[in-house]
């Protein structure tokens, strides 16, 4: 769900430096970017840090898992669950989140902005 | 074709919602006008306003969405003018709108009698969010406020002035009782007695004749004589329909108001409808939201060539008002030779019930119920649907005695046309079959796909039973599962974990579940690896299975930071120690505050400051309190025989052995846990999860109390225990609830689900009717030998401390975006943007 062309891709840290099945907060330019690794199936999402809900900078430190085939995180303020792919509120909200994508090369994660 | 709405209540918007839903688009140009500033919002549930909701939360559709579905919206415009020969409807503002069809919306105004004194400051009335925000002005200057009617408004109205923290405040009702509607004198007898136990004073039969005073209002007096000195008035006499403008443009109106309409809710003019409560429908203003939203969908249903037609609605209501049920059904107050009623009255517990048989016994014709009204909606469905009656029909508000009563079987002998959600008129089969056909397999994906349960709430019970029954017709065996990652539920889970030697959250979703796990069993996984194994709960692979509070060690705040709750056993602490607390909190400037479980809680502390305050709180002597965790919080004490004149035993060094002794055991849900030093029970021991009171002859053990929401007493299970004993109860009884209980199930939540009850419970503990004690003392003892602070263990562990950090590619820098404000001499967090 990201346009390939229009971003730029800026590094942002090591494989290892992101939790088994979690995520880690990026700072890209003056950006909070919420980075996740399915470990188990070595999926890689990122999104906006920020919860739309009570905008909290949050979204990071969620847990993630998934609703059917759809990738999700939980923000660990009110457990509004977003999907990775889209963006959307699953929880049937209007509030979404912006995605972006993620290229690992090595060891070394991209994000695309 | 143009369509023109005046009036953006709920009704209006309701039939703005249908027009979208239903209408092909671009195949009509919708304009609508309302007088007041805000687009339509919750009239239903404005006195949710004063309980903390702001108007956004109660607006019913964006400004947006009007503008996303095309239609045309001008707020703070009324309509002044109608030309029903050139079709044109004129504004306040000068706006000229031509319509092919007119809808007028234009609901009810307060009923304002005409009372000498009504000008004067101070009186109010009760419709609008306008209205509310003057009253909450003026509520501090008021120390007595009193409400003219005693109908439903009227105790909304004196609810919302209970909750502005009015001291005192009156009701004064015209008619001999309250709510004359909808209940009769019985039921209101009930109501107002449990009325007059929250403080408010219940006038009847009192005809308010002047309102006093100079400016602003200071006393009312009634025509018998008697006066009243008050602070505030609001007037909640009754509504009265807004048929001005229809009656200037000529249409037809009622001798008493309200525009006269048709079956189809067509006015005197072909081309004009009125739909809501300015409408007069067969000599009858309809005064609740949903026959207004009925009235809509004929409307509706008419412009889209239907030929649906108004019938009349059904005036049963169910409400909460203040915190008291009340509900009537079918004809509340039928007699005669042709009816017997059956009436229950409990003075003592407040509850009253009527219901009017028809004299063969075989229709159930109506009712009141005041005080409990937990049977409403099956008695609707029968009156309505006129279901057969049991045998003995008083059963019917008495409950099944002597035998198994079958809550399921109700909803099964419901016609697949029962009307279950009567704010968006959906039937039982339209429910039964989103479930079979759609797929909605829970109330709330039934909620999303019907709309069922989304007005009042009050068929939610209802739509519950009807997503069991018809899941159990199609023959699916309805399991109380975890979620769609674990088709167990967790005590199932429990064991296969255990059996299983199962030790990571990854190995749990391989072996026993599908899919990559959510937030409600990645939490369940890790705390029942928690309770099973005793390892560090951080430990590689499982710290993201942990709930993010887990996950960090700490209490997530407002604003993204964290607190910091260091255990003080029993809430004993020395000077040395509390100075140290003192000293972090000002090195890492952080608001301190003593908790309700006699420890200290430091606010305010970014995550990357965690293990530096902790290492520095750990080489004092402390560790970790687990206030965040689902886990043992405080062992409370009161300071029992060591100081106490009326002290039996020592209470707070008994405190600390239990808090030292459970300290860190992961659970269901928190434990909580006291122990009182003599039967003044200064501690509260009653209302904790397990609860320890010293007896002349050794100490009585209580067991699932609970405080918050539901506060519950917690129930003797065993008397005169000596200290060893009552430990060795705590050990069963503790790992039983952990082995049993569903996830976030606190212990009386647990027992109240039980069985058998605390009898059933006692006979597992004391008389070991499971043959598991031994196991499960075993069991605890390994946890409590395997017992580590996790604060030291993550401050000693590099990788775990490398977590602690807001960048993960700027590990020094912190959260830029928190924010606090200056707090007496503290700090607090910012209030959420």
Known sequence: MYQENSSSWTFACYTHDVPENGGVCVKVNEQQIALFHFTRIDAWYATQNQCPHRRQMALSRGMIGTQGEIPKVACPFHKKTFSLETGECLNGDECSIETYGVKVEGDKVFIGI | MRIVIIGNGMVGYKCCEKMVARMAPGSMEITVFGEESRPAYDRVHLSAYFAGKTAEDLTLATADWYAENGITLYLSDPVTRIDREVRMVYSHQGLAVPYDYLVLATGSSAFVPAIPGVEKEGVFIYRTIEDLELMTRWAPKAKTAAVIGGGLLGLEAAKALIDLGIKSTHVIEFAPRLMPRQIDEAGAGILKAKLELLGLSIHTNKNTTAIEGGEHIEAMSFSDGDRLKTDMLVISAGIKPRDELARASGLATGSRGGIIVNEHMLTSDQNIFAIGECALYNGMIYGLVAPGYEMAEVVVNRLTGGDKSFTGFDMSTKLKLIGTDVASFGDPFISGEEVKTIVMEDGYKGVYKRINISRDGKELLGGILVGDAAAYNM???????????????????????????????????????????????????????????????????????????????????????????????????????????????????????????????????????????????????????????????????????????????????????????????????????????????????????????????????????????????????????????????????????????????????????????????????????????????????????????????????????????????????????????????????????????????????????MEGGIDYLRNVIINDSLGMCEQWEAEMQLL???????????????????????????????????????????????EWK
Request: aromatic share 8%; glycine share 10%.
């Open chain 2, 379 to 753: 008695l609707l469905q029968t009156c309505k649907n006129k279901l057969v009656l049991p045998p003995n029909v008083e059963d019917l508000i008495l409950g099944a005695r002597g035998g198994e009563g079958d809550a399921g079987a109700g909803v099964a002998a419901l016609p697949d046309e029962a009307l279950i959600c009567s704010c968006e008129s959906i039937s039982k089969g339209a429910i039964c079959s989103s479930v079979t056909d759609g797929g909605c397999e829970t109330v709330e994906a039934i909620k999303k796909c019907t709309k069922a349960g989304t007005g009042c709430g009050g068929c939610i019970p209802m739509i519950k039973d009807l997503v069991n029954h018809s899941l159990k017709a199609q023959g699916k065996y309805i399991r109380n599962v975890l979620c769609e990652h674990f088709q167990y539920s967790r005590q199932e889970l429990f064991d296969l974990i255990r059996i299983h030697d199962i030790r990571s959250m990854d190995a749990a979703l391989d072996k026993l579940g599908s899919g990559h796990g959510c937030e409600t069993c990645k939490p369940a996984v890790a705390s029942i690896l928690a309770s099973l194994w005793g390892e560090m709960i951080l430990k590689k692979g499982n710290a993201t299975a942990q709930d993010s509070n887990d996950r960090f060690l700490a209490n997530i705040q407002k604003g993204g930071t964290y607190s910091v709750v260091p255990r003080i056993p029993g809430g004993e602490i020395s000077p040395d120690k509390l100075i140290v607390i003192g000293q972090v909190a000002k090195k890492y400037n952080l608001y301190t505050k003593i908790t309700g479980g006699q420890r200290i809680d430091l606010f305010g502390a970014h995550l990357s400051d965690l293990p530096s305050i902790w290492e520095e709180l750990i080489e004092a002597g402390f560790e970790s309190g687990h206030a965040y965790g689902k886990a043992l919080r405080t062992v409370k004490s009161c300071v029992g025989s060591t100081w106490c004149r009326f002290g039996l035993h020592d209470s707070v060094s008994y405190a600390i052995r239990v808090e030292e002794r459970y300290r860190g055991l992961r659970a269901p849900h928190k434990i909580k846990s006291a122990v009182s030093g003599c039967i003044r029970e200064c501690a509260e021991a009653q209302s904790k999860d397990f609860g320890i009171i010293a007896t002349e002859k050794g100490w009585n053990l209580y067991v699932c109390g609970n405080g918050g929401s539901k506060p519950q007493h917690a129930l003797l299970l065993a008397n005169d225990l000596d200290s060893e004993t009552c430990i060795k109860y705590i050990d069963r009884f503790l790992m039983f609830y952990i082995r049993t209980a569903d996830p976030l199930a606190r212990t009386a939540t647990w027992l109240n689900k």
């Open chain 2, 784 to 830: 409590v030998d395997s017992y580590e602070c996790e604060w030291k263990a993550a401050v000693e562990n590099p990788e775990i401390r490398k977590r602690f950090s807001h960048f993960v590619n700027a590990p020094e820098e912190k959260d830029p975006t928190v924010q606090f404000e200056a707090l007496r001499s503290q700090k607090r967090a910012a």
